[in-house]
């Protein structure tokens, strides 16, 4: 099985003295579903940002798709961004931009020709449920409906690896379920998927492979896991 | 790069129409300040004309002794104009100068009722390539065997050369400070546009947006606001100039002021250069600076 994901014996301090990740060791395989669970400020956020490379490690290193992105120079943080898509708990759709924009926007900025960007952008709204809703603004969508533009943007350019920052922390329980069904959909297409939560429901009835971070270290690494440990 | 200017300029419109507010107050904000920068130059391109047409008149004017032969004549004003810092010398004979003489004082008097002799002697008139170097041409003159006096206007001179790098330099001090001070205006206001669309910055980095991208849109805008703000600047510009030289040409018809022909097309053009270049870089500067991009 190919490696995606694979993080070094990482550790992450900040320059006010926190330190974020403690010799972190972990490695996600392709077409994998892995849930990053743990309280807040365990470190989860940080796992992801060094593997989309809004930081870089103090320690240790970091490969993503084989590839040594340790001391990946920030212009170069662009390419790498491209090869994957990141969804976030705020959703970080562009305000004055209609459904379509935002999923479109991801293909402009990577010079994609014009003619592709139509086809593309509907059929990426057309996977997560949007294509009557494409000349919506955001504030004209329900939460739900705005994370699905988020993933519909994450996903147009088809990228090997999505990676999930508490996509389900502004939604209600029902919208949650709606949304982590269709990262499932995703991942079951062949996407690699990596889920930031802890949304207890979501993580016990879906028993995916589940990666427990404490106090900046690796507790836990369990497939089929729930949320609370069993041990 | 292509893409990337096409993308680019329709961002920068759309970014332009939709941020109306922010986009106007940035727009006037340069307008204001490109109006004062212009008017400035006017006025310090009015004053640089005064002072060369003032600096025209200066001459040095040699009187020759009694009784030279023409050819001494000849070859004094030969001497003169090989002095270094000559432009040109005009003999004068003494029967000229009588003659100017006469004309000057115009017909109520005649000077050959009153005088049977010309009492004037041949003087030659030195024009000088450079006004402040009169004095050292008068006492280089002066030292000339055929030369028995020179006036080169003397404390006049000075306060004339005084007079007119003040208005040169004054003008040119006025305008640039202005330039300056228009400078980090119109910056500050185009890094407000730009921080105040932060998020958006940011979310473009995030889906993996970079270089050129990530500027252009932003750039482009600049270079906009700086065009449109020419505009207007010139829309108001154009007609005052026009006005305030017609009022001051009435009340004062002996200043000489630039034709506008001469003056606005030169000046409307370096506005609208400088207006888009400050537009672009203030833009390009905010972003490297505030942005970390």
């Given amino acids: 099985m190919r490696i995606v994901i694979r993080l070094q014996g990482v550790t992450k301090r900040h320059p006010n003295g926190l ?5 972190v060791s972990l490695s996600v395989a392709e077409g994998e579903f892995v849930f990053l669970i743990g309280p807040t400020g365990a470190g989860k956020s940080t796992v992801l940002r060094l593997i989309y490379r809004a930081e870089t490690p103090t320690n240790g290193r970091v490969f993503v798709g084989g590839r040594d992105i340790t001391r990946l120079p920030a212009r170069a943080a662009p390419a790498l961004r491209r090869s994957l898509g990141v969804v976030f708990q705020d959703f970080k759709l562009l305000p004055r931009k209609t459904a379509f924009e935002n999923v479109a926007f991801a293909l402009q900025v990577t010079g994609t020709s014009p003619e592709e960007i ?16 494409a000349e919506a603004l955001p504030w004209q969508l329900s939460g739900g409906e705005q994370q699905r533009v988020s993933i519909a943007r994450a996903l147009v350019r088809r990228p090997p690896l999505l990676l999930a920052d508490e996509p389900t922390g502004n939604l209600d329980p029902r919208t949650s379920w709606e949304i982590i069904q269709l990262l499932s959909r995703i991942n079951l297409r062949g996407t690699t998927m990596v889920v930031a939560t802890h949304n207890k429901l979501v993580v016990d009835i879906l028993r995916k492979r589940v990666i427990e971070l404490a106090g ?10 729930l949320y609370a440990s069993q041990a | 790069m292509r893409a990337a200017a096409g ?54 004017v040699a009187y020759l002794r009694d009784g030279l032969a023409p050819a001494e004549v000849q070859r004094t004003a030969a001497a003169a104009r090989a002095l270094p810092g ?10 000229e100068a009588l003659g100017r ?6 017909e109520r008097v005649s000077l050959r009722d009153l005088i049977q002799t010309n009492p004037l002697p041949d003087s030659l008139e030195i024009a000088v390539s450079n006004p402040a170097r009169a004095h050292e041409v008068a006492a280089a003159v002066a030292e000339m065997e055929a030369v028995e006096d020179v006036t080169s206007g003397g404390q006049v001179l000075d306060r004339l050369l005084a007079a007119t790098w003040l208005l040169r330099g004054g003008g040119a001090a006025a305008a640039a400070l202005l330039a300056g001070v228009a400078l980090i205006i119109i910056m500050n206001t185009i890094r ?18 970079g270089g050129w991208y990530l500027r252009a849109p932003f750039i482009l805008e600049g270079a906009l606001q700086g065009l449109l703000a020419t505009l207007l600047a010139g829309a108001l510009l154009v007609p005052g100039y026009l006005v305030v030289r017609d009022r001051v ?32 870089s203030g833009s390009s500067l905010a972003l490297r600076r505030f942005l970390h991009i």
């Fill in chain 1, 19 to 23: 330190t974020a990740l403690a010799d």
């Fill in chain 1, 118 to 133: 139509r086809p593309r952008t509907l059929a990426a709204l057309e996977l997560v449920g949007l294509a009557d809703r």
């Fill in chain 1, 216 to 225: 900046g270290r690796v507790v836990r690494d369990e497939d089929y896991g």
């Fill in chain 2, 7 to 60: 993308y680019g300029a329709g961002e920068a419109w759309t970014a332009f129409r939709r941020n109306g507010l922010m986009s106007l107050a940035a727009v006037l904000t340069i307008m204001v300040t490109l109006l004062l920068v212009g008017a400035a130059t006017a006025v310090a391109a009015n004053l640089r004309l005064l002072a060369s047409i003032l600096e025209g008149r200066v001459e040095v």
């Fill in chain 2, 86 to 95: 000559v432009r040109a010398v005009t003999v004068v004979g003494r029967d």
């Fill in chain 2, 101 to 106: 003489l006469q004309d000057a004082l115009g």
């Fill in chain 2, 192 to 209: 407000l546009t730009i921080l105040g669309r932060r998020q958006e910055v940011e979310i473009m980095q995030l889906v993996g947006a």
């Fill in chain 2, 249 to 280: 040409g009435a009340l004062l018809p002996f200043l000489p002021l630039l034709d506008p022909a001469a003056l606005l097309p030169a000046l409307v053009g370096a506005m609208a250069a400088a207006g888009v270049l400050v537009g672009m």
